[in-house]
T-cell receptor
């Protein structure tokens, strides 16, 4: 069965520090992987996606993620966090053709000054 | 491009009434739209997949008679919460998938674009 695990419910980092949010997935075929960000009371904004090719993908707002098939992981990183990055982050996995997305439980990021 | 809107953004209604939520793809055609429900401090739960011109496919445990979905055009899907009760209070989010690729309708990717959500409060 498809599943996504985000092991960290909450993460707190200092402004300017680096960030890594973990995501592990279980999927029976070639996965399509996504990271979304949600601010309180808002919808989801796509940060980046991986379909194929280069396993290190760049997204918006300075985020990047690396697909590691051997570890079934797709961790999100940012070298220097800004206070405006405080939000909830969701990892999702889906298939290539018409399949639904399965979301992880989310990680709430807090940024301290 | 790829903007999805939802209306209303917030609605408060009395118990027993029905509420309709609209989801529109503003600058692209979406043959498939999805409806999610998000409980406080929880992830998104897929309720149903809506395909234009056909009946929606509901996830297990979602009452199809309670949550009516209509996808009448390539840019509009509606979710109607019938006889709403306080336990239906939630944040409802729709998404739309861009149809690309072969003329037969297959997809080259599975990217979904999300609406801003609708906060439903049932008193």
């Amino acid at each position: 069965a498809q599943s996504v695990t985000q092991p960290d419910i909450h993460i707190t980092v200092s402004e300017g520090a680096s960030l890594e949010l973990r995501c592990n997935y279980s999927y029976g075929a070639t996965p399509y992987l996504f990271w979304y960000v949600q601010s309180p009371g808002q919808g989801l904004q796509l940060l980046l996606k991986y379909f194929s090719g280069d396993t290190l993908v760049q997204g918006i707002k300075g985020f990047e993620a690396e697909f590691k098939r051997s570890q079934s992981s797709f961790n999100l990183r940012k070298p220097s966090v800004h206070w405006s990055d405080a939000a909830e982050y969701f990892c999702a996995v889906g298939g290539a053709y018409g399949n639904k997305l399965v979301f992880g439980a989310g990680t709430i990021l807090r940024v301290k000054s | 491009g790829a903007v999805v809107s939802q209306h209303p953004s917030r609605v408060i209604c009395k118990s027993g009434t029905s509420v309709k939520i609209e989801c529109r793809s503003l600058d692209f055609q979406a043959t498939t739209m999805f409806w999610y429900r998000q409980f406080p401090k929880k992830s998104l739960m897929l309720m149903a997949t809506s395909n234009e011109g056909s009946k929606a496919t509901y996830e297990q445990g979602v009452e199809k008679d309670k949550f009516l979905i209509n996808h009448a055009s390539l840019t509009l899907s509606t979710l109607t919460v019938t006889s709403a009760h306080p336990e239906d209070s939630s944040f409802y989010i729709c998404s739309a998938r861009v149809a690309t690729g072969k003329p037969g309708g297959s997809f080259t990717n599975n990217e979904q674009f999300f609406g801003p959500g609708t906060r439903l409060t049932v008193l």
